[in-house]
């Protein structure tokens, strides 16, 4: 099992910058690649970032390229979201994401519980 806990949210303004973690603890080596998601309100839950288990690939949405990195820490089982330039279009709950290895397969379906990002104008 892999447990995943965010933090690093909060109340920032337009143009503003905030840096997300995300703590990995459990089975961590089975982890194959994380990424963030975000939900806003009423709208359902979109990926905004991934990151490989070595870090090498990333891959983003268009909405953030540019402004949102990704990054880890393996020694630390962290995976963090460097979010700059924030437009109150960034406002959302943002959650952690790990792709598991689980009986020869890979699961998507580990998820931490979400920090909130308010972005205001």
């Known amino acids: 099992q892999v447990q995943l806990v965010e933090s690093g949210g909060g109340l920032v303004q337009d143009g503003g910058s905030l840096r997300l973690s995300c703590t990995a603890s459990g089975s961590t080596s089975s982890i194959n690649a994380s990424g963030w998601y975000r939900q806003a309100p009423g709208k359902a839950r979109e990926r905004v970032a991934g990151?490989?288990?070595?870090?090498?690939?990333?891959s983003y949405a268009d909405s953030v390229k540019g402004r949102f990195t990704i990054s880890r820490d393996m020694d630390k089982n962290m995976v963090y979201l460097q979010m700059n330039s924030l437009k109150p279009e960034d406002t959302g709950v943002y959650y952690c994401n790990a792709v598991v290895w689980k009986d020869g397969a890979l699961s998507n379906d580990y998820w931490g519980k979400g920090t909130l990002v308010t972005v205001s104008e």
């Open positions: 990151i490989s288990r070595n870090g090498n690939i990333t």
